[in-house]
């Protein structure tokens, strides 16, 4: 085996370590573990109709997260525009899909806006900004930071 074919297998396997998917799942993580505070919230304001609003808040948000990861794993391995057209072109059929999604329940009773708009957009952002004390920018550690059961001593 070349030289060559050793280092592209060894960037092979380091990208296949996904430090995008592992991100995501974390953020989705969180999504859960701050639903309650959100869902109780939303049901003592606005009834079981801004409950479910809320919830399906949530579900979107972990969608997005979720949806984005996956395509930049799939792409990266490809090719570097591939990864830079299809980030950009995910990001538009995201943004599309939640405007589809909320254009078709806007018309039912159930739906709250205030408690569905309040929720997706705190979590959206609150989960970006919280994850960045979680996120490491070395190269040791690609993704997130190590606790101390991970460190190499």
Do not use: C
């Amino acid at each position: 085996m070349s030289i060559k074919q050793e280092i592209e297998e060894e960037v092979m396997e380091n990208i296949s370590t996904q430090p995008e998917k592992r991100i995501a799942n974390h953020l989705a993580v969180r999504a859960i573990w701050v639903s309650p505070l959100f869902l109780v919230i939303s049901a003592i304001g606005w009834g079981l109709g801004g409950a479910i609003s809320a919830l399906l808040a949530l579900v979107l948000v972990a969608f997005n997260f979720l949806t984005g990861a996956a395509i930049i794993t799939r792409t990266v391995k490809i090719s570097p525009n591939l990864l830079y057209g299809s980030v950009l072109g995910g990001y538009v059929l995201r943004l599309a899909i939640l405007t589809g999604v909320v254009m078709s329940v806007r018309t039912f009773d159930w739906f709250k806006t205030v408690p569905f708009a309040m929720t997706l957009l705190v979590t959206h952002l609150g989960l970006l900004a919280t994850e960045t004390r979680h996120i490491s920018a070395s190269l040791a550690y690609p993704d997130l930071k190590p606790t101390k059961s991970k460190e190499i001593r």
